[in-house]
């Protein structure tokens, strides 16, 4: 059809929707068109823009075969009280089908103290594991082969430590640093823009990230140094655009900070990855998806002149939405999960954790996460939509979508360029700011009525309270705070105090790669608080943005 016609016919069609449309003001005000023709695509640079899986700029996907080849990591997220607990539930998993494991970390191990210390009172083993010293690591992975398991972990400002505890877990298990496979999120600027878990200023902080990068380079070759999270932006309530967008600016103030520490940007580039929500809006998240594959290998290839091909392709971990999880009529998360799963497959993720249907009242139990794994068990084996690489490829709103995501994120990134870089626009408040804007939107239109949340503005029931959920008892934080104590009193403190002063001694000096001294004393059972301390009085604390 000739684009006049098409015009002419389109002109015709959106007429008669209107008198339709009349009739729903509530769905009057959605943010795309009512349909999609060839016109919203016109003018699309094939090459470019598209080509095919595997190439450049892998918009379809950045492997040739996707699931063709193999499916993505099952990488279920778990943690909570202590290390033995935590590891019965690893073992589980890897039992029920898992094909990676992600660690969930208590919150006094995320901003570095030990479970003795009285900032951790009440907290210990609630929202994760607690780890303290190196005797915890070994319990938590004891009798799974760190050979074989690809392991992530959800630790940021004490990644460095985290990571070091587990290559001397792979130590002893006779496991070489050169084998092991896996993740640190290891991301510190959005803890600053929408997560909170921070301990140091940007700058020293960004030292121990490329730190790490130059490290691993070295060592442990086959770890993603970074998995830049856009995850925890989104669950802040940011829109899908910003989520790239905002994300983006993070790994580009990364790479420049790495390249700035001496790195070549194709000796550490190939072992960046991403963090994506899989939210509600199955397709808006696929064009999201396959817009912020094509702007990564944009900016690497044009911006830092990478020359590999890894270097420049986006690989992602992708989660699914908490926060639009529900505490009313609780199965119906079921439904979400199982809908933020195909639309997480459809973009092509690497690897997935599925939340499971309780998680918005207490962390998960077993039987709930085994239905989370089998979502994507039926999804990988019975649906189909892994049979095809980007399935939805060619589709006029999906096509209209990527571009119009993608720009809208460009567009951000070249604000946030102006202002100085990531750091900049977060010292500014700016993205915190947006963020908040996006999410005071959402909210007002639930609260409205203008946005329906199944079971909670629309369709609610009364219901009974959920019985079974699984709750972590006060004692655990008593024992746990014992068991670091006993691993103090059995150490060898001489050892564990020169450890500690040879790292400090190194943090005061820029120019020391600390990860070595980290990792001499980590095996020495310097605690993660001990470790964190140290760092605190070279570096000093980070002090929350109070102007937005």
């Known amino acids: 059809m000739a684009n006049e016609n098409l015009k002419a016919k389109l002109a015709e069609y959106e007429a008669a929707c209107e008198k339709v449309c009349a009739k729903f003001p509530e769905r009057k005000n959605l943010k795309y068109n009512r349909v999609y023709t060839p016109l919203d695509i016109d003018g699309f640079d094939y090459e470019k823009d598209l080509s095919f899986p595997g190439e450049y700029p892998y918009t379809r996907g950045v492997q040739p075969t996707m699931y063709r080849g193999r499916f993505w990591t099952m990488r279920m997220y778990a943690g909570f009280a202590t290390a033995e607990e935590s590891n019965k539930r690893y073992r589980y998993l890897i039992e029920s089908g898992a094909t990676g494991l992600s660690c969930a970390f208590d919150l006094p191990t995320q901003i570095g103290y030990d479970s003795d210390d009285a900032m951790a009172e009440g907290e210990v083993g609630k929202v994760g594991v607690a780890i303290d010293s190196l005797k915890d690591m070994e319990i938590l992975f004891d009798g799974i082969d760190l050979g074989k398991v690809s392991t992530s972990m959800t630790i940021n400002a004490p990644a460095s430590v985290l990571l070091a505890m587990y290559i001397a877990v792979a130590e002893k298990q006779g496991v070489p640093a050169s084998a092991l496979k896996g993740t640190i999120q290891n991301d510190i600027l959005k803890e600053y823009a929408a997560r909170g878990t921070y301990i140091f200023p940007p700058k020293p902080s960004m030292r121990l990230i490329t730190n790490i990068f130059e490290y691993c380079s070295q060592n442990v070759p086959k770890w993603n140094t970074i998995s830049i999270s856009g995850y925890h932006i989104r669950e802040a309530g940011s829109t899908a655009a910003q989520e790239i967008a905002f994300t983006i600016a993070d790994g580009i103030a990364y790479v420049e900070a790495a390249l700035k520490a001496g790195l070549d940007v194709d000796a550490f580039a190939g072992r960046l990855s991403f963090f994506w929500n899989a939210h509600n809006n199955v397709l808006e998240e696929v064009a999201k998806f396959r817009a912020s594959r094509r702007l990564w290998a944009h900016i690497m290839k ?15 971990h992708t989660q699914t939405a908490g926060s639009m999880l529900t505490a009313q009529q609780v199965d119906n998360n079921i439904v979400r999960v199982a809908l933020q799963t195909a639309a997480a497959v459809m973009g092509g993720t690497q690897s997935l954790h599925t939340n499971s249907r309780d998680e918005a009242l207490a962390l998960p139990t077993e039987a709930s996460v085994q239905i989370a794994l089998r979502t994507q068990q039926i999804v990988a084996y019975e649906s189909g939509l892994a049979d095809v690489v980007d399935p939805l490829g060619g589709s006029y709103y999906v096509e209209a979508m990527t571009n119009a ?30 963020i908040q804007e996006s999410a005071y939107k959402w909210q007002m239109e639930v609260e409205s009525g203008l946005r329906t949340i ?7 029931v009364e219901e009974k309270p959920v019985e079974g959920l699984l709750r972590v008892d006060a004692s655990v934080g008593v024992n746990q705070a014992k068991k670091t104590q006993k691993v103090r009193e059995e150490r060898d403190n001489a050892a564990v105090e020169k450890a500690l002063a040879a790292l400090k001694a190194g943090a005061a000096d820029e120019s020391v790669n600390l990860m070595p001294l980290i990792l001499d004393a980590v095996r020495t059972y310097a605690t993660l608080g001990e470790i964190c ?16």
């Open 302 to 316: 044009e911006r830092f002149g990478a020359k590999k091909a890894k270097s420049m392709m986006l690989r992602v």
């Open 405 to 434: 995501i993608y720009d809208e994120a460009a567009e951000y990134i070249r604000k946030i360029d102006e202002m100085g870089g990531a750091v900049v626009a977060i010292e500014k408040g700016y993205i915190q700011k947006e």
């Open 454 to 460: 199944v079971g909670v503005n629309k369709f609610q």
């Open 533 to 548: 301390n140290v760092l605190r009085d070279v570096f000093g604390e980070y002090q929350a943005h109070s102007t937005l």
